[in-house]
């Protein structure tokens, strides 16, 4: 028997741009093999769910190119199961697309210790970013800690290239290696009633859904500049749930677009604007290289200092979407329901935790880390850290969004607060019936009713009262 090449999936669910695959290919008929284990439990249910979903899609993709053989789906710790498969089929290398967060790095060491004693090793591909985390450095050889000098960097190196397609036909591994059933799997069962949800309103999955999403967004790339911020139109390009899991690379992206704005030149200054929301995900990741701690501490760390406040009763509300605010409750409802939520109102509603409510970044980041299908854990943290004021390059923590001047601003008919609020104005949507019937029956759940409109001038006034207070006592500016 030819001894195989290994593709050790965690993310980067997709046959094109995929240097992993391709180096699994080319070592010999390919075994492609996912492990559920601690790490890929750990996560949110709402990407658990999102995960399943791109496993099984990929799952038939391969399976079509390799005439049957999909993924060997196994239950463990890979360091303790590979090894001896890898020993057994006489296997000296092992494949993985790099995904370089703290925990991932740990079982990567893990799986080379495993390794070490076959003479064995684990080989890392890119293709999760644009450029290598070591290829854009600041002035002072270190990483940039600010958007605009590294985006400027990233821009005038250039994107690497993505790598070839993967082949029609792939020679599969033959060897009988069981593996759970795919179709029975179920990767968040926590999620209860919220499943039905997601099925139904979850944007669809898969590499095909995502090129053809990209190529639908840069045909009406002209209007993202103008319209990106408003979340009652349909104006920015929806790929973060295919980023997520890697259903499309970035490098795929960039070059498409680029392709797209030489031919069409109309779109070009669309696409130059969503290119550099690109760029905001890609610096979120050289962040969370350079500092790894960025989900679980203040990038400043004076602000852990700060006098956040312990209010159970205010964070239980926010998170079941009855903070009695409009727009922040739309936007709450919509992650509930769809597992995405609106740029604008992501910030709207961080805003109001961590300034109205004065409740700690934290308790947001892990609300949104169990809700979003998108969930990303460099981007969230950059961005929870963002609008709280503790962040690299923040928003000054005077910058506090007045939920209803955004509302007018950027949703000027109501028609996204009525599509998820029923209560909101006489028309409730599907979806925002459906909200109603996806929460858990002891939250009893009624009609939207708005909070009294003293408390967007009160809790500002708290806000401001706090800041005044943390600079007194520290030497935050
Ligand atoms: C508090 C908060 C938490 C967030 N958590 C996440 C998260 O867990 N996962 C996630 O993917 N995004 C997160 N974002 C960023 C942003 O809201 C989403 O990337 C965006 O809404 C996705 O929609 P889109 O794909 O239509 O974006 P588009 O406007 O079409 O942008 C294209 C791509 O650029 C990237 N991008 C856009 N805006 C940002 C941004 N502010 N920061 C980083 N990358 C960006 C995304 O990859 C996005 O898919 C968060 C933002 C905030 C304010």
């Not at 390919?30 to 995960?51: H, K, N, Y």
Request: charged share 25%; hydrophobic share 45%; with cysteine.
């Amino acid at each position: 028997m030819t001894a195989p090449g290994i593709l050790w999936l965690t993310r980067d669910f997709r046959l094109r741009d995929n240097p992993a695959l391709l180096a699994a290919i080319a070592d010999g008929p390919l075994l492609t093999v996912f492990f559920i284990d601690r790490l890929t439990m750990a996560q949110g249910a709402a990407s658990r769910w999102r995960l399943e979903r791109a496993l099984r899609i990929f799952d038939a993709a391969l399976r079509v190119r390799t005439g049957g053989k999909g993924i060997v789906v196994l239950r463990g710790e890979a360091h303790e199961i590979l090894p001896a498969l890898m020993k057994r089929l006489s296997v000296r290398q092992l494949h993985q697309s790099d995904w370089p967060t703290v925990e991932m790095q740990a079982l990567q060491d893990r799986m080379r210790a495993a390794l070490r004693p076959l003479g064995a090793g684990l080989i890392l591909h890119p293709g999760h970013l644009l450029v290598h985390p070591g290829a854009v450095r600041s002035g002072n050889g270190g990483a940039y800690r600010v958007y605009s000098p590294f985006a400027r960097a990233v821009r005038q190196r250039g994107p690497d290239r993505p790598a070839a397609d993967a082949p029609p036909g792939i020679e599969p591994c033959t060897e009988p290696l069981g593996g759970l059933d795919l179709s029975t799997l179920d990767l968040a069962p926590d999620l209860h009633r919220g499943r039905a949800a997601l099925e139904r309103f979850a944007a669809p999955a898969g590499e095909e859904a995502a090129l053809a999403g990209l190529d639908d967004f840069l045909d009406r790339a002209c209007a993202y500049p103008r319209e990106r911020d408003r979340p009652d139109l349909d104006a920015t390009s929806r790929l973060s749930d295919h980023l997520a899991v890697g259903e499309i690379s970035p490098r795929t992206i960039w070059a498409r677009a680029m392709l797209r704005a030489e031919i069409s030149p109309e779109h070009a200054a669309g696409i130059d604007k969503f290119l550099s929301e690109v760029l905001w995900r890609e610096f979120s990741w050289h962040l969370l290289i350079g500092f790894p701690e960025m989900p679980v501490a203040c990038w400043r760390s004076e602000w852990e200092g700060f006098p956040w406040q312990k209010d159970g009763a205010s964070l239980i509300r926010w998170q079941r979407a009855e903070t009695g605010v409009a727009l922040v409750d739309a936007g709450l409802r919509e992650m509930w329901l769809t597992g995405q939520m609106h740029n604008r109102v992501r910030m709207v509603v961080a805003s109001w935790l961590t300034k109205h409510l004065l409740i700690d970044w934290r308790a947001g980041l892990a609300h949104f880390a169990d809700c979003l299908t998108d969930w990303d854990p460099a981007s969230n943290a950059m961005n929870w850290q963002w609008v709280a004021g503790c962040g690299p390059d923040a928003a000054p923590y005077f910058r506090i969004f007045n939920p209803e001047r955004q509302a007018e601003q950027y949703d000027p008919r109501g028609d996204y607060r009525r599509r998820w609020l029923a209560g909101f104005d006489r028309a409730a949507g599907p979806e925002a019936v459906a909200w109603i019937e996806s929460t858990p029956r002891d939250w009893h759940t009624g009609p939207w009713r708005a909070g009294p409109s003293a408390m967007l001038a009160e809790g500002r006034k708290a806000a401001l009262a706090a800041l005044a207070h943390f600079r007194a006592n520290t030497s935050e500016t």
